[in-house]
């Protein structure tokens, strides 16, 4: 493993970090909030810490799977770190661990806050948070490969590491071309958002927010109430469209754009996605009808179709307290939480694709106890899936179970009821936002221990980067044959 890579790269990611720690300067001037100066010295430090690495660091010119792990999972980390000074330097947040705990609960697209009162932060604070929704909803590092081909290093190794689910699709052959088509699919989604919910009754600020917390299923808003403060269902109707979209898979919206219907057609995983999630609307409309939470069904499937949709792709946005909702209600939403989008999308969770093939495979066990000598494949789009595929599969939802356990015993070990504990990690760890109890729709984490914000701050970027590249990492043989960095001051 080349440490010199690892640290030119991560250089690079921070100084395009300070970059984008420059643009809510704007809104601080415009709304005049007083908190440019904290962007101004976040970005200055990001900049020196950035620039020294990658002026100092010697980068290889060829770059393995060890590599890619490793700046995928140190650069969350450092985005977090350095995101969360705005924040901890205006005294808006004065824990620096909740300011980490806030900055990557935005990149990570998680939505989880230890705020009390939103607004207070101001206007420049909360185009930050929105802001490291959207720069994490696609992958910082697929952005910063598409904008960065000055590094000269191929990036198919990072791409893998980053983008979700057990398949990787690169629509064009060479990475940076990939990332720039999916950013400007992203780019374009946002922009019709915004100005559809400008056309709703947002005011600009407020619609460019929650687009980007919208398309990046993050879920930060400016308001406490979240989207319940608007009191508007087209607003409702239109985050609801856009949430179902950004669970989609990119690339299926790149070739749709193209003119290639026929790929929305084919996609099983898009109709098993679809179906779960109408399923669940129209389940939870009937409960909530049937126990008496609303009176009229229009109300119902109004309030029942955002929250299903806001959880299952875990954006996290609430129009209700779900939490004082029927247990029935409760139940299927808290499945939804463990499912996720498509793969290829902006959503955490397990993702529909590993559902389905868990469920074909578990289909198929259960038909060679009637017929043993029946030699059968899975197939998804009607072809065969590779055993190792279904093995990678099977092993992801081993570990997957065996962190959510642990992370839950961790915290509820520390005094936490067991269904603030559990649904906060299962909040964390799918990238949800809310959970149940004390961390509800209408509650915050910040009157969790300290030991357990840590947990959950690992629990989430596990989950953004589907746990693997960060099991990875507490592998001994992972830091075998490491090569330490050549310093450009030393070359002759």
């Given at each position: 493993?080349?440490l010199?890579?690892i ?8 100084i ?7 643009l809510p300067i704007?809104?601080s001037?415009?709304?005049?909030d007083?908190?440019w100066?904290?962007f ?10 950035g620039?020294t ?7 290889e ?5 060890r590599?890619?792990?490793a ?7 450092a985005a977090?770190?350095?995101g969360a000074?705005?924040y901890?330097l205006?005294g808006a947040i004065?824990?620096y661990?909740?300011a980490?705990?806030?900055s990557?609960s935005?990149?990570t697209?998680?939505g ?5 009162e939103v607004?207070?932060?101001?206007p420049?604070?909360?185009f930050w948070?929105?802001l ?5 909803g ?13 590094l000269?290093?191929?990036?198919m ?9 057990p ?6 052959p060479r990475?940076q071309d990939?990332?720039?088509?999916l950013?400007?699919?992203y ?9 559809l919910l400008?056309?709703?009754?947002m ?5 460019i ?5 919208t398309l ?5 808003s400016t308001?406490?109430e979240?989207?319940a403060a ?10 609801t469209?856009?949430?179902?979209i ?7 919206h790149y070739?749709?754009l193209s003119?290639n219907l026929?790929?929305?057609a084919?996609?099983?995983e898009?109709?098993f996605?679809?179906g779960?999630?109408?399923f ?8 909530n009808?049937?126990f008496?939470?609303y ?5 119902s499937?109004r309030y029942g179709?955002f ?6 792709t875990?954006?996290?946005?609430s129009t209700?307290?779900f939490?004082s909702?029927?247990?029935?209600c409760?139940i299927?939403?808290?499945t939804?939480m463990?499912?996720?989008?498509m793969?290829g999308?902006?959503?955490g969770g397990i993702?529909?694709?590993r ?12 038909k060679k ?9 899975i197939k998804?789009?009607?072809r065969k899936v590779?055993a190792?595929?279904i093995q990678?599969i099977?092993g992801?939802?081993?570990?997957y ?12 070990g520390q005094?936490t ?10 909040a964390?760890?799918?990238?949800i936002g ?6 509800g729709?209408c509650?915050?984490f ?11 701050i690992?629990?989430?970027v ?11 990492l ?16 030393s070359?002759?």
């Amino acid at each position: 493993m080349r440490l010199g890579t690892i640290g030119a790269l991560l250089g690079w990611l921070l100084i395009f970090l300070s970059v984008a720690l420059l643009l809510p300067i704007a809104f601080s001037i415009y709304y005049d909030d007083g908190n440019w100066r904290f962007f101004v010295i976040s970005s200055a430090i990001g900049f020196l810490l950035g620039g020294t690495l990658a002026w100092s660091c010697v980068s290889e010119p060829e770059m393995g799977h060890r590599e890619g792990f490793a700046i995928v999972a140190f650069g969350w980390l450092a985005a977090a770190a350095l995101g969360a000074l705005p924040y901890y330097l205006s005294g808006a947040i004065p824990s620096y661990l909740n300011a980490c705990f806030e900055s990557m609960s935005g990149f990570t697209t998680t939505g989880a806050t230890i705020l009390g009162e939103v607004e207070a932060l101001g206007p420049s604070l909360l185009f930050w948070r929105a802001l490291t929704h959207w720069l994490g909803g696609m992958g910082i590092i697929v952005l910063s490969l598409a904008i960065m081909p000055i590094l000269g290093i191929g990036g198919m190794q990072l791409f893998q590491a980053e983008m979700a689910g057990p398949t990787k699709d690169r629509l064009v052959p060479r990475i940076q071309d990939t990332a720039r088509i999916l950013w400007s699919v992203y780019f374009i989604l946002t922009a019709v958002e915004t100005g559809l919910l400008m056309m709703a009754g947002m005011g600009f600020f407020d619609a460019i927010c929650h687009a980007f917390s919208t398309l990046s299923t993050g879920g930060f808003s400016t308001r406490t109430e979240s989207i319940a403060a608007f009191h508007n269902p087209w607003i409702d109707s239109i985050i609801t469209v856009f949430i179902i979209i950004a669970g989609i898979n990119f690339s299926l919206h790149y070739r749709l754009l193209s003119g290639n219907l026929r790929a929305f057609a084919r996609s099983e995983e898009l109709r098993f996605y679809l179906g779960i999630g109408i399923f669940a609307t129209i389940l939870v409309m009937f409960a909530n009808i049937l126990f008496g939470t609303y009176e009229s069904w229009s109300d119902s499937l109004r309030y029942g179709a955002f929250q299903v949709w806001s959880i299952l792709t875990g954006t996290g946005f609430s129009t209700a307290d779900f939490d004082s909702w029927a247990p029935v209600c409760k139940i299927t939403l808290v499945t939804l939480m463990f499912m996720g989008g498509m793969a290829g999308s902006t959503t955490g969770g397990i993702k529909q694709v590993r559902i389905l093939m868990f469920w074909k495979f578990t289909r198929m066990q259960i038909k060679k106890l009637i017929h043993p000598k029946a030699v059968e494949a899975i197939k998804l789009d009607n072809r065969k899936v590779p055993a190792e595929v279904i093995q990678s599969i099977l092993g992801y939802l081993s570990l997957y179970m065996l962190v959510f356990v642990v992370a839950t015993m961790i915290v509820t070990g520390q005094g936490t009821d067991i269904i603030t504990g559990s649904t906060a990690v299962i909040a964390t760890l799918n990238n949800i936002g809310p959970g149940l109890g004390g961390v509800g729709p209408c509650q915050n984490f910040a009157g969790l221990p300290d030991l357990s914000k840590a947990v959950l701050i690992i629990c989430m970027v596990a989950g953004r980067l589907e746990l693997y590249t960060i099991a990875v990492l507490f592998l001994p043989k992972y830091w075998k044959d490491v090569h330490y960095p050549k310093w450009r001051w030393s070359r002759s």
